[in-house]
């Protein structure tokens, strides 16, 4: 999380979430279909910032989850009009 100027701050929601999270992609290609994997990691938490953490697994799912399908219904989207275009 980040104030006005992109400093970093405390997220807004709890005081014991990390300030610092890495966050890996993965991106892997198989029959044409790509498959996305988010993976994260508090970095220089204290063990109350890792269960917090850990405590919001299911919540970060569901909001990734529901990120992932917009995107993927506009790509479907941009795609369908870019072969109609070609039409």
Same mark, same amino acid.
């Given at each position: ?15 014991? #979430?990390? @300030? ?6 993965? #991106? ?14 508090? %970095? ?5 910032? %890792? +269960? ?8 970060? @799912? @569901? ?6 399908? +917009? ?5 479907? +989207? ?7 275009? +070609?039409?």
């Amino acid at each position: 999380f980040a104030d006005e100027t992109g400093n970093s701050i405390p997220a807004p929601f709890s005081p014991d #979430f990390p @300030q610092h999270i890495l966050n890996m992609w993965t #991106f892997e290609e198989e029959n044409g279909k790509t498959t996305i994997t988010l993976k994260g990691y508090p %970095v220089d938490a204290t063990e109350a910032q %890792v +269960k917090s953490y850990e405590g919001m697994h299911s919540s970060m @799912q @569901q909001g990734f989850a529901g990120t992932f399908e +917009k995107l993927e219904t506009y790509l479907k +989207k941009i795609d369908s009009q870019y072969l109609k275009s +070609k039409n």
